[in-house]
């Protein structure tokens, strides 16, 4: 029976992704002088996390495609997908209980708190067509993506002996935490910059959905223009009209700049190329929107 309740998050765990996660563990897992066993368990309960957390995601955003194919709850249906997703957390935060020591339970509950109040704070901006300050708006990246990243680390720690590497938490921490606004500003950036993505997953999406973006939110910053009633033009035309306002206010640039900013600063902190080879990006071409 569990494996059919577990189905929808199976589903996705089958499907082929860019595995950051496992390689973040692999990497700090190493460097912490964990056994193989251990990274291994650690990277089976992360793995869990995250799929399980993407079912409600996919739910709550009311999305169609996730890594090119159909969503869970559209193949078997929103109860079944919203308990898989639930219960997969529940039956990896149970085996934590019976693996780590209870100080580290205490911290995952504590950063299954955080990532819940991001999740929440993203879904409000959206659905409220509310536009945060940036600063509001880093807080809900952090939260969201940062404390996923964060509870991988405690769970390391908790099986490292690397003393030297142990004190070290909180540099690890910042640079798990600068990496998670790279992500997930990397992910918003692509969605309207990038042709290969866009030949995949459709042109745009985000306005689409109408989401509140990184892009949008720093936007606000810079012209009174309502991009929000701009989105509701789902055309092909509307959407150019918005990526062409943001390339004359050189938002482009300023966002490909961060990017290459947050990416200097966590290379010079920490060698993670293999991570950033995973994570391309490039410069906004607007012949590329004429290819669509």
């Known amino acids: 029976m569990e494996e059919i309740l577990l189905e ?6 089958n499907m082929k992704g860019k595995n950051i996660r496992k ?5 700090f897992g190493k460097l912490l002088g964990i056994t193989g066993e251990n990274i291994d368990l650690i990277n089976r ?8 957390s993407l079912v409600i995601d996919d739910i709550e955003d009311n999305s169609l495609l996730r890594r090119n194919e159909t ?35 205490n911290k995952i509950v504590e950063y299954l708190f955080y990532i819940h109040e991001g999740q929440g704070m993203d879904i409000y901006y959206m659905q409220n067509k509310t536009i945060p300050s940036l600063e509001e708006y880093e807080k809900m990246m952090i939260y969201k993506t940062g404390y996923a990243f964060i509870m991988n680390l405690e769970l390391l720690m908790d ?20 990496f998670s606004l790279f992500f997930q500003i990397r992910d918003d950036y692509i969605n309207l910059t990038d042709l290969d993505y866009w030949h995949s997953k459709g ?3 985000d306005f689409d959905e109408e989401k509140i973006s ?3 939110t720093y936007f606000k910053t810079m012209s009174d223009e309502n991009v929000i009633d701009m989105m509701k033009d789902k055309t092909k035309e509307g959407k150019i009209k918005i990526l062409l306002l943001f390339h004359q206010h050189g938002l482009f640039d300023i966002v490909y700049n961060k990017l290459i900013e947050l990416k200097q600063h966590i290379l010079s902190e920490m060698n993670l190329s293999i991570i950033f080879e995973q994570l391309p990006f490039h410069k906004f071409d607007l012949n590329d929107v004429y290819k669509i």
């Open 8 to 13: 929808p998050v199976t589903y996705y765990k």
């Open 23 to 27: 390689i973040l563990c692999d990497i």
């Open 45 to 52: 309960i992360t793995n869990d996390f995250h799929n399980a």
């Open 71 to 105: 969503c869970a709850h559209i193949k078997y249906g929103i109860p079944l997908s919203l308990n898989a997703g639930y219960y997969a957390i529940f039956k990896s935060l149970r085996e934590i209980t019976h693996h780590f020591s209870q100080n580290t339970i």
């Open 159 to 178: 099986k490292s002996t690397n003393v030297i590497m142990k004190k070290n938490f909180e540099k690890l921490k910042k640079i798990l935490i600068t």
């Open 203 to 205: 042109f745009c999406q």
């Open 214 to 216: 990184y892009l949008i």
